[in-house]
């Protein structure tokens, strides 16, 4: 899935060749490796990010990945908080 697209919530992207982390893996919401600004992997570890504002941190929402053995991996305590946040159980997404 290319970067430089803005990303919806409908179904309409995937995420090809992305494996599932063991569902008792523990969630590192830094593992996607960006510092200074996010960089491909940081933005690919998220379901939707603001293409208009692709360097700021801000405009990634909805964490759903870690790094495991330098391989973007979907991690499902992630995914469910993401599902948490999209329901409002967290105030909701802004």
Known sequence: MPCTQERSLDGSHELPGLDLADPDREWDSDGA??????????????????????????ACKLFICDVVDEKLVAVPRAIIAAAAVIQAALGGMT
């Not at 992997?41 to 939707?48: P, T």
């Open 33 to 58: 490796g960006a510092e200074d600004k996010p960089n491909e992997r940081y933005r690919d570890a998220h379901i939707w990010y603001d293409a208009d504002n692709q360097d700021k941190f801000t």
